[in-house]
């Protein structure tokens, strides 16, 4: 157990601090303190050492350099044994046995300005020395390291009347080092911004407990803060599974965000129904005859505000979240009367620039798929263009099949799915699940149009589709065997489109 008998406050944030200048008035803690601290805490009544007249050093260069100094860090960093405490003694040097700092707020500066200059004024310097050292001789020293930590520490300090353990120490530490990467990887982060140089480093302040992973007997942990992108309604906590979810869904919805009310059902990351129509009801009735049983305990996502005549369409079935822009009250009230659902105002249209996943040894990073089918040139391949129609059709299904596990095949027609095929080891596999799931579920497959996600290797799939009624087909095409699928819709009358781009998703 360690007394504290003196401690060196610097703070961002002053408001809370005030029970632990009370807890050191009570305990007759000497308290040293730089500029604005200082001011505060003689507000409060409690007499303050000022560290300008510890050091006999103004602070200096705009503040650049206040702590920054051997009187300061000699009574932070000496162990508590003969030699160190000798030379702290011949050069005049006190104990420190408490330091509490609360970093300049460099992550929200980035966030709220472009100026390089207030940027870096606001990369903290003698505060992330001040905990480094502390927390280094946590043996002998306290160190609270943000305000965070306020509350943790007059626990503490409380516990043992005015005292602190090793083991409580030890944790402040631990806690200090971890304010002290995340600050330095947010200004690499910052200045790594546009290098060439290949790093990976991430600065994540917020993770949450989930139920379990994937499956029950796996761990699972989300690193990352949702509350910006969603407001969350209902009791249920999001699992492992629905977060995968409700990123694939949100992903998909971006594409869909500026068009006519547009609803997706999805399941295990796949839409299985997606609709585009005049209005949300129409849209949701539509999203659902896509695959009306795998919508039982699937993700629901629109692109417009639910009303309440979609509401009461939508509590029939059982969903797992369901995530809109807004749902009106009555809405609200309705779905929110069956427990175990989550609903999910999304604040954001957010679609991450790099994609990461840990494999082997490591971790890959990719740019996130961003190319969308309306920034796509559709260039005819076949002696027959598609019709106006049929192009809207095609974007409309190149949309959905780039958020389809590969190898993927989706059918549309009217702004509509009418079946996919998805997560198959051979694309004329996908083909025939696409129209296997399209008329189980009542759909003539005539007239409709047809999206890959990368090229034909064989005329097959062209051969299966165009016998189902299929009369355009969108492709990136790059086959050596292109040819073989064009020559084949020519001879069946139907019209083919490259765009050039492969939607692969693994
Ligand atoms: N330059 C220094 O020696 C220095 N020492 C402490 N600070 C920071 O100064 C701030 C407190 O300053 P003030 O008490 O004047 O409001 C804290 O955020 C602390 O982390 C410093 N500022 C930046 O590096």
Not at 451 to 477: L, M, N, R, T
């Amino acid at each position: 157990m360690k007394k504290i008998n003196s401690a060196l406050i610097s703070v961002y944030h002053k408001d809370g601090l005030e029970p632990i200048i009370e807890a050191f008035k009570k305990n007759n803690v000497t308290i040293y303190s730089t500029g604005g601290t200082q001011e505060f805490i003689e507000k409060l009544g409690v007499k303050v050492e000022r560290v300008e007249d510890l050091t006999s050093y103004p602070s200096i260069l705009d503040g650049r350099v206040k702590t920054l100094h051997p009187k300061v860090f000699g009574g932070i960093l000496a162990r508590r044994e003969e030699d160190h405490l000798g030379q702290l003694a011949e050069y005049d040097i006190p104990e420190i046995d408490c330091v509490i700092v609360d970093l300049y707020p460099f992550e929200e500066t980035v966030k709220s300005t472009n100026d390089e200059n207030t940027i870096i004024e606001k990369i903290d310097i003698g505060g992330i020395s001040l905990i480094r050292a502390a927390g280094k001789n946590y043996k002998d020293v306290v160190v609270v390291p943000s305000v965070e930590d306020y509350a943790y520490f007059v626990e503490c300090m409380e516990e043992h009347q005015g005292a602190t353990t090793l083991a409580q120490r030890k944790e402040l530490a631990r806690r200090s080092f971890k304010v002290s990467s995340n600050y330095d990887v947010a200004i690499f982060n910052y200045f790594d911004e546009e290098s060439d140089d290949i790093t990976f480093k991430q600065s994540i302040h917020q993770s949450q407990q989930l139920r379990y992973g994937e499956n029950p007997h796996q761990q699972g942990i989300y690193f990352g803060e949702l509350n910006n992108m969603f407001e969350k309604s209902g009791d249920k906590e999001l699992s492992y599974n629905n977060l995968v979810d409700v990123d694939a869904a949100v992903n998909l919805m971006a594409e869909f965000k500026d068009d006519a009310p547009t609803f997706a059902v999805l399941k295990h990351t796949n839409p299985c129904g997606v609709a585009t129509r005049p209005t949300i009801l129409e849209a949701w009735k539509g999203a659902l005859a896509g695959d009306p049983v795998s919508a039982f305990g699937g993700i629901l996502i629109s692109n417009t505000t639910v009303d309440l005549a979609t509401a009461e369409e939508i509590n029939k079935i059982f969903y797992e979240v369901l995530i809109a822009p807004d749902f009106t009250a009555e809405a609200r009230e309705l779905l929110s009367k069956k427990k175990k659902r989550i609903l999910l105002k999304i604040n954001e249209w957010h679609t991450h620039k790099k994609s990461f996943k840990s494999l082997l040894n490591g971790v890959i990073m990719q740019d996130t798929d961003m190319k969308s089918a309306e920034k796509l040139t559709f260039e005819t391949k076949t002696d027959k263009a598609p019709t106006e129609a049929q192009i809207k059709d095609l974007k409309f299904a190149n949309k959905c099949v780039k958020h389809l596990k590969s190898n993927t095949i989706v059918l549309a027609r009217d702004g509509q799915l009418l079946g996919m095929g998805c997560g198959q080891t051979s694309r004329v596999d996908a083909c025939r699940q696409a129209i296997a799931k399209a008329q189980n579920f009542g759909f003539d497959l005539e007239g409709s149009v047809m999206a890959s996600d990368a090229f034909f290797p064989f005329p097959d799939c062209v051969e299966i589709a165009s016998e189902a009624g299929i009369k355009a087909v969108v492709q990136p095409g790059g086959s050596i065997k292109d040819q073989l699928s064009i020559d084949e819709c020519n001879k069946r009358g139907v019209s083919m489109v490259f765009t050039g781009t492969r939607h692969f998703k693994h």
